[in-house]
C-alpha cells in the first residue's frame, strides 16, 4: 500500500513539473527582430506592417520606422514587411533561441508619388500642367470610366452628369477639350444627347502609364481647342501580365506582353458595358436594351537602336435601345406638388460604330533628339431613330397631411399627348498626318510639328415634335367663347427639320516652340516657353498665328516655392458641330472661336504631419471672341449658328494635395468662376402705357399703341456659367490591414442657367438646383504581394485579387440634369426636372496576373 502511494505521489510530482516548465520552454524558444523600415530616400516609415508569413499577429513600426517582434526559434520563418504604396518586402531567417536579430529594411515605391516630389515631374511644376496617378481612376468608384470621373474632382472642372464621362472646363463646354492617347487626337460620338447613350469614352484606365491634364494655358504642340487638354500614354510592358474585372455594370480584360526577344511589345484591352441595372432606376420605367463594347490595341516593335513602330487600334460597338412604357415625376415646392405622370408607347434606338487607328514612326538620331511621323484615321458611323408618342398628365398633388387623399393628385392642370420622330444618319471621316520633333538641351528644348488633316461629313438629318393638349395641336390660338367664326388653323408639327449636309474640308496646322531654363546670381530658377502655333482652314479660307508663352520662377531661398503666368491664344477652328444651325443648314460664314487666356498661379510644397503635401493656386481671366452662342440640352450642345458673341470668363482655383493618410494620396479643389456673353445686336422692347407704366416686355406691338424703349440685355450668363465648385476625392485604410481600403469622391457644384424652349438666349437666367453627390467604395485586397500558394492552387498565377463594394450616391440625392417642358392649351408651361440616378449598389471583382 505505501509502496502503491509513492508511486502515485511521483506520478503527481512530476505531471507538476512538467506544467510548469512547459511555459518556461515556451517562452525559451522565442527570438526578437529588432529593426528599421526606411523608403528608398532613406527616410523612415511610420505605421508599416512587420508580420511573420502564415501567422497571427504581427506590429508596425512607430514614427521613428523602428519596430521589435518576437519570433518562434529554431525554425524557417518568412518576415514580411508591407506598406500601401511600397513594394512588400521578405526576410528568409532563422534565429536560435534568445537570439536577438537587428535588421535595416528598405522599401521601393511602387507607386507615382506626388507631382513636384519627383525629378521628372520637376519640369511639370513650372508648366500649367498635372501628373495623376492612373490607379486612383482604376480604384476610385465610378458609373462611366476611371479617368474622367477623376479629371472631374480637379480645380477648375465640373460636371453635373454622372453618367457621361464628360466635364467643362473654366466656362469651356464638352467642345472645347482636348484628348490624346500617344499622341493620336481622339474624338467623340456626335448625335450622343444623353448621357446613358453615351456608352465607353475612348481612355481605357487599365491601359494607362501617364496621365497629363492642363485646365489652360498648355503650349502650342497641343491643337486648337479653347479650354484643357488631357494627354495619355499608354503602357508598353516589359514582361507578360494583365487584368480582368467584373462587376453589375459591365467587364473587362487587359493583357500585354513582349516577344522576339523584347524587341516586340502588345498590349490589349476589351471591355463590356451594360448600364440596365442603372438605367432601370431612373424614373422613366421601360425595357432598357443597351450594348457597349470597344477593343483597343497597342502594337511597338524596335527596329533598331534609333528607329521604332508602333500601331495603336481602336474599334468600338455602341447600341442604346429602349422601349419606354411610363414615367410619374414630383416636383414643385412642399407647400405645392405637382405630378407629371406619362404612359408610352413606341421606342428609340441608337447606333455608334466608331473606328480608330494610328501608326507612329520613331526615329532618334541622337540621345537628345526624338523624330516622329504620325499617320491616323478615324471613322464615325452613327443612327438616331425613334417614334415615341407619350400620353401625359399633369396635376396638382394633395399636401395637407390630415387630408385622407393627402399624396394623390387632387387637381387635373393639363392633358395631352406629344408625338416625337428622328431618322438622323451622321458619318464622318477624319485622316491626318503629322511630324512632331523635340531636341533637349542642358538649358533648352526645342519643339516643332507640322500636322495636316483631310475631313469629310455626310449628315442626314430629319426630326420633328408635335404637342398636343385636350384635342389641339400647341401652339394655338387664343379665342372667344361663342365667337361664330373661331379659327380652326391647320395641324402644326413643332419644330420640324430636314436636311442633308456633305461637307470636305482640309486643315493645315504647324508649331514652334523653345524652352529656356536660366539661373539668376542667386542660384534662383526662371523657365521661358515661347511658342507659336498657325492654322489654315480652306472652307472659308481662314489664315491664324496663336502665338502663347509661359513663364516661372523658383527662388533660391525656398525652392519649394513655384511662381507661374501664362498666357496665349486658343483658337477654335470648327469642326462641325458648330456649323450646324439647329434647322440643320450649314452657315458658309462661320469663323474660327478665339480665347485669349491670362493665368497667373503659384505652386507650393510642404511637410506636415512628417507627411508631403502639394497646395496650388492659380487665378484666371479668358477673353472670348466671336463666340457661337448655344444652349445644352443634357449633353448635346445645340449651337445658334446665326449669332455671334463677345464674353468672359474669370476665377480662382484651390488645391490642396498630399498624404492625409500615409502612404496614399488624396486632394480637395475649390474653383470659384464666372463666365458671361453678350451677344452681337440681340435686343427687345418694353413697352409703355400713357402713364410711364410697362405694360409688356420682350414683344412687338403696334407703337401707336404704345410707347416702346428699345433694350439691349448685355452680358448674359452662359450655360455653363457654374460659380462654385467643390470636390473631394479620398482614399483610406484600416491600421494594421493595409489592404482593406476606402475611396471616397465628393461633389458639389452650384447650378446652371437654363431657360424655356423657343426663347431668346437672353432670357435663359433660371437657374438648376444644385449639383449634389457623394460616392464611396470599400475594397479588400484578399490576394497581394507577400501571399503565397500551394503548388497546386489555381490561384497562385495572381499577383494581386481584390473585390469592392461601390455605393453610388450615398446621400440619396436626386440630381437634375434637364427639363421636359409641357404646355397647357392656355400655353402656359410647366418645367418638368429630369433626374438622374438614385443611390445604387455595385460589386466589383478584380484580379491582376
Known amino acids: 500500500m505505501r509502496d502503491r502511494s509513492t508511486n502515485y505521489k511521483s506520478i503527481f510530482v512530476l505531471i507538476s513539473i512538467l506544467v510548469i516548465s512547459l511555459p518556461i520552454s515556451l517562452v525559451a524558444q522565442t527570438a526578437t527582430v529588432k529593426g528599421k523600415v526606411l523608403n528608398n530616400r532613406g527616410n523612415a516609415i511610420e505605421l508599416a506592417n512587420v508580420a511573420i508569413v502564415g501567422e497571427p499577429g504581427g506590429t508596425t513600426t512607430n514614427e521613428k520606422g523602428s519596430f521589435k517582434l518576437e519570433v518562434p526559434a529554431e525554425k524557417d520563418i518568412i518576415l514580411a514587411i508591407t506598406y500601401v504604396g511600397f513594394a512588400d518586402s521578405r526576410r528568409k531567417m ?37 501628373r495623376l496617378n492612373p490607379k486612383d481612376a482604376n480604384l476610385a468608384p465610378s458609373l462611366t470610366e476611371g ?33 490624346y492617347v500617344n499622341d493620336i487626337e481622339i474624338y467623340r460620338p456626335f448625335l450622343v444627347n444623353s448621357g446613358q447613350q453615351e456608352g465607353l469614352s475612348f481612355v481605357n484606365s487599365s491601359l494607362v502609364s501617364s496621365l497629363l491634364f492642363s485646365a489652360g494655358g498648355f503650349g502650342v504642340q497641343y491643337g486648337d481647342k479653347m479650354s484643357s487638354v488631357l494627354d495619355v500614354q499608354y503602357k508598353v510592358p516589359s514582361e507578360f501580365g494583365g487584368s480582368f474585372s467584373a462587376s453589375l455594370l ?33 424614373e422613366t420605367q421601360g425595357e432598357y436594351q443597351p450594348e457597349f463594347m470597344d477593343v483597343q490595341s497597342l502594337f511597338t516593335y524596335k527596329l533598331s537602336d534609333k528607329w521604332d513602330l508602333s500601331f495603336l487600334g481602336y474599334y468600338s460597338h455602341n447600341k442604346y435601345k429602349v422601349v419606354p412604357a411610363n414615367r410619374e415625376t414630383d416636383f414643385g415646392t412642399f407647400q405645392e406638388v405637382i405630378r407629371f405622370k406619362v404612359y408610352f408607347d413606341g421606342n428609340e434606338t441608337d447606333r455608334y460604330d466608331m473606328y480608330q487607328g494610328g501608326i507612329t514612326l520613331g526615329y532618334k538620331p541622337a540621345k537628345n533628339t526624338n523624330l516622329k511621323l504620325i499617320v491616323s484615321a478615324f471613322n464615325t458611323n452613327e443612327s438616331e431613330t425613334y417614334d415615341i408618342q407619350g400620353q401625359y398628365w399633369i396635376g396638382q398633388v394633395e399636401t395637407s397631411l390630415g387630408s385622407e387623399e393627402y399624396g394623390e393628385a387632387v387637381q387635373s392642370q393639363g392633358i395631352g399627348t406629344y408625338l416625337l420622330h428622328a431618322r438622323n444618319y451622321f458619318k464622318a471621316n477624319v485622316v491626318s498626318a503629322e511630324h512632331k520633333g523635340v531636341i533637349i538641351k542642358e538649358k533648352s528644348t526645342l519643339k516643332w510639328g507640322v500636322k495636316y488633316q483631310h475631313q469629310e461629313v455626310d449628315d442626314k438629318l430629319r426630326e420633328w415634335e408635335m404637342v398636343d393638349s385636350a384635342g389641339y395641336s400647341l401652339p394655338n390660338p387664343t379665342d372667344t367663347p361663342g365667337n361664330p367664326n373661331p379659327n380652326n388653323p391647320n395641324l402644326e408639327i413643332k419644330d420640324f427639320v430636314s436636311a442633308k449636309n456633305h461637307l470636305v474640308t482640309n486643315r493645315v496646322s504647324a508649331y514652334l516652340s523653345n524652352q529656356w531654363n536660366l539661373k539668376t546670381k542667386d542660384n534662383s530658377e526662371i523657365t521661358i516657353t515661347a511658342g507659336l502655333r498657325g492654322n489654315y482652314w480652306d472652307y472659308n479660307e481662314e489664315f491664324l498665328l496663336a502665338p502663347r508663352v509661359n513663364f516661372s520662377y523658383k527662388p533660391s531661398k525656398n525652392p519649394n516655392l513655384v511662381f507661374r503666368f501664362a498666357s496665349g491664344i486658343y483658337y477654335q477652328t470648327p469642326f462641325y458641330r458648330e456649323m450646324r444651325s439647329i434647322e440643320g443648314t450649314l452657315n458658309p460664314n ?20 512628417n507627411r508631403p503635401f502639394i497646395f496650388t493656386t492659380e487665378v484666371y481671366y479668358k477673353m472670348l471672341d466671336n463666340l457661337i452662342p448655344y444652349y445644352v440640352d443634357n449633353v448635346r450642345i445645340r449651337y445658334l449658328t446665326d449669332q455671334l458673341a463677345r464674353g468672359y470668363a474669370a476665377g480662382i482655383d484651390f488645391k490642396i494635395y498630399g498624404e492625409f493618410v500615409k502612404g ?38 403696334d407703337t401707336d399703341v404704345a410707347d416702346s424703349t428699345r433694350v439691349e440685355p448685355g452680358l448674359i450668363p452662359r450655360p455653363t456659367d457654374q460659380r462654385v465648385n467643390f470636390s473631394i476625392f479620398f482614399q483610406d485604410y484600416i491600421p494594421n490591414h493595409p489592404y482593406l481600403k476606402m475611396h471616397l469622391r465628393l461633389l458639389f457644384s452650384t447650378g446652371l442657367p437654363f431657360g424655356a424652349p423657343d426663347t431668346e438666349r437672353y432670357n435663359h ?4 438646383p444644385d449639383y449634389r453627390r457623394v460616392d464611396i467604395g470599400f475594397s479588400y485586397q484578399f490576394i497581394n504581394e507577400g501571399t503565397t500558394f500551394g503548388k497546386g492552387n489555381p490561384f497562385k498565377h495572381f499577383k494581386n485579387m481584390w473585390v469592392s463594394l461601390e455605393v453610388f450616391n450615398l446621400l440619396q440625392i436626386y440630381n437634375t440634369v434637364s427639363y421636359i417642358w409641357i404646355k397647357d392649351i392656355n400655353s402656359r408651361q410647366y418645367a418638368v426636372p429630369n433626374y438622374l440616378t438614385p443611390r445604387l449598389l455595385n460589386i466589383k471583382l478584380t484580379a491582376e496576373f
Not at 113 to 127: A, M, Y
Not at 590 to 609: E, L, M
Not at 765 to 768: D, E, H, I, N, S
Open 590 to 609: 462661320v469663323k474660327s472661336q478665339k480665347s485669349t487666356h491670362f493665368i497667373a498661379g503659384s505652386d507650393y510644397r510642404f511637410n506636415t504631419w
Open 94 to 130: 532563422n534565429l536560435k533561441s534568445g537570439e536577438t536579430k537587428n535588421i535595416e529594411i528598405k522599401l521601393e515605391s511602387t507607386t507615382t508619388n506626388l507631382p513636384g516630389f519627383e525629378v521628372k515631374d520637376e519640369q511639370l511644376r513650372t508648366q500649367s500642367m498635372v
Open 765 to 768: 437666367t433660371l437657374r438648376m
Open 250 to 282: 459591365g467587364a473587362e480584360l487587359n493583357f500585354g506582353g513582349t516577344a522576339a526577344q523584347d524587341k516586340f511589345t502588345y498590349l490589349v484591352g476589351a471591355r463590356y458595358k451594360t448600364n440596365s441595372y442603372l438605367l432601370n432606376s431612373l
Open 147 to 179: 479617368v474622367s470621373d477623376i479629371i472631374k474632382t480637379l480645380p477648375g472642372v465640373s460636371s453635373s452628369n454622372e453618367m457621361s464621362s464628360q466635364y467643362s472646363v473654366r466656362g469651356g463646354n464638352f467642345d472645347e477639350n482636348l484628348v
Open 664 to 701: 496614399i494620396d488624396s486632394w480637395m479643389s475649390l474653383s470659384i468662376m464666372q463666365t458671361k456673353e453678350d451677344i452681337y445686336d440681340d435686343f427687345y422692347y418694353d413697352y409703355y402705357n400713357s402713364e410711364g407704366e410697362k405694360i409688356v416686355s420682350g414683344i412687338s406691338m
